[in-house]
């Protein structure tokens, strides 16, 4: 199962990126989706996840600065990251639940 992630990229302290991720409709649909995330020399950790009834959940690093969405008819999840801070440079992956089934990555740097 293939997910792709796309919109990762360079901003300054205090931008805005938006990452999507696509996945396969069969498994989309059905299952909770999420967002993690791999800073260097450190482990993956969570970052945020919506379920299909589009409830949410969110680490405190990031609760009120990032917002997950989804959008059935498109199969892909959002992750809208506002106010970013040099802390949240990291590759993030995408997830699906089901497998789980993840994203190839997408990096993120903040910087000025």
């Known amino acids: 199962v293939q997910l792709q992630a796309s919109g990762g990229g360079l901003v300054q302290p205090g931008g805005s990126l938006r990452l999507s991720c696509g996945a396969p409709?069969?498994?989309?649909?059905?299952?909770?989706m999420g967002w993690y995330r791999q800073a260097p020399g450190k482990q993956r950790e969570f970052v945020a996840s919506?379920?299909?009834?589009?409830?949410?959940n969110y680490a405190d690093s990031v609760m009120g600065r990032f917002t997950i969405s989804r959008d059935n008819a498109k199969n892909t999840v959002y992750l809208q990251m506002n106010s970013l801070k040099p802390e949240d440079t990291a590759v993030y992956y995408c997830?699906?639940?089901?497998?789980?089934?993840w994203g190839q990555g997408t990096l993120v740097t903040v910087s000025s």
């Open positions: 409709g069969t498994i989309f649909r059905f299952n909770t």
């Open positions: 997830v699906n639940y089901a497998g789980p089934y």
């Open positions: 919506i379920g299909t009834g589009d409830n949410t």
